[in-house]
């Protein structure tokens, strides 16, 4: 019923010439079955959504900002803008910015907002730090990210929009959550969702990410409750990206 979702977070790599190589690759060998989206740098989203854009893959933004309205904002890129180039996703909060911006959760239920509104499909990426993992905190810390953006935005407005649980211990380090425990969050998750509405619980996709790999994608994405991946390093490698994108299926 959830056609599964698999999501390439390039985080700042690339360039023009390795941009539109990837992304060559990828749309020659898309497997079916599984929607495949990659979130470039904003600076060469025009370009790969001009040369590909009709060929099975979606593009998204990394960040936007949480002003609605153009103005004003230097260095700030609005969803509409976003739009504008051919993204038709966005992630929002995704840890790195948590940490390194200091994005908070009054902010982030801002940027999930302008999201919908520009018309932007929002992820929203939570999940616990190392030492909230280890305090066995999880689920509370996860629960709250959700909660601020249920009670700023409705729960309608999680109708087109996607779930990333990516336990922060677990991004860029190898260490991988096992299968049962992504299963048991997961299911937090969706149960937290259908508190507030049991058709939009269902109908909402929860991705897992950190260090997905050809290696253990599949015992992931076979939990029922884990709807696909967002995948960081091995997004950056064709080959690996593709057999994950295989595995989703
Ligand atoms: C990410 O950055 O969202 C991520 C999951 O990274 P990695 O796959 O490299 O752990």
Redesign the pocket.
């Given at each position: 019923m959830r056609k599964k979702l698999v999501a390439g977070?390039w985080?700042m790599h690339g360039s023009r010439v390795m941009a539109d190589a990837l992304v060559g690759e990828i749309v020659e060998n898309l497997p079916g079955g599984v929607e495949v989206v990659v979130f470039p740098p904003d600076v060469y989203l025009a370009g790969l959504s001009d040369r590909y854009g009709d060929r099975g893959l979606g593009f998204g933004a990394q960040d936007l900002s949480e002003h609605h309205a153009l103005g004003a904002y230097t260095g700030e890129i609005a969803g509409e803008m976003l739009r504008d180039v051919g993204a038709d996703w966005v992630?929002v909060g995704?840890?790195?910015r948590r940490q390194y911006q200091r994005e908070t959760d009054d902010l982030l239920a801002k940027k999930f907002d302008a999201a919908r509104t520009a018309g932007l499909k929002p992820i929203l990426?939570v999940g616990e730090t190392l030492e909230e993992h280890e305090d066995g905190r999880a689920e509370e810390v996860i629960g709250h990210q959700i909660g601020v953006v249920i009670d700023c935005c409705g729960i309608e407005s999680f109708r087109d929009a996607v779930i990333?649980y990516?336990p922060v211990w677990?991004?860029?380090?190898?260490l991988t959550a096992t299968p049962e425990k992504a299963q048991k969050i997961h299911a937090a998750i969706r149960s937290q969702l259908a508190k507030k509405d049991a058709n939009i619980s269902l109908l909402t996709r929860v991705l897992y990410?950190?260090?997905?790999?050809p290696a253990n994608a599949a015992e992931l994405f076979a939990q029922p409750d884990v709807d696909g991946?967002?995948?960081?390093?091995?997004?950056l490698v064709a080959s690996d990206f593709l057999d994950i994108c295989a595995a989703a299926r």
């Amino acid at each position: 019923m959830r056609k599964k979702l698999v999501a390439g977070n390039w985080k700042m790599h690339g360039s023009r010439v390795m941009a539109d190589a990837l992304v060559g690759e990828i749309v020659e060998n898309l497997p079916g079955g599984v929607e495949v989206v990659v979130f470039p740098p904003d600076v060469y989203l025009a370009g790969l959504s001009d040369r590909y854009g009709d060929r099975g893959l979606g593009f998204g933004a990394q960040d936007l900002s949480e002003h609605h309205a153009l103005g004003a904002y230097t260095g700030e890129i609005a969803g509409e803008m976003l739009r504008d180039v051919g993204a038709d996703w966005v992630l929002v909060g995704h840890s790195e910015r948590r940490q390194y911006q200091r994005e908070t959760d009054d902010l982030l239920a801002k940027k999930f907002d302008a999201a919908r509104t520009a018309g932007l499909k929002p992820i929203l990426c939570v999940g616990e730090t190392l030492e909230e993992h280890e305090d066995g905190r999880a689920e509370e810390v996860i629960g709250h990210q959700i909660g601020v953006v249920i009670d700023c935005c409705g729960i309608e407005s999680f109708r087109d929009a996607v779930i990333a649980y990516e336990p922060v211990w677990a991004i860029g380090t190898g260490l991988t959550a096992t299968p049962e425990k992504a299963q048991k969050i997961h299911a937090a998750i969706r149960s937290q969702l259908a508190k507030k509405d049991a058709n939009i619980s269902l109908l909402t996709r929860v991705l897992y990410g950190g260090s997905v790999k050809p290696a253990n994608a599949a015992e992931l994405f076979a939990q029922p409750d884990v709807d696909g991946g967002l995948i960081g390093g091995a997004s950056l490698v064709a080959s690996d990206f593709l057999d994950i994108c295989a595995a989703a299926r």
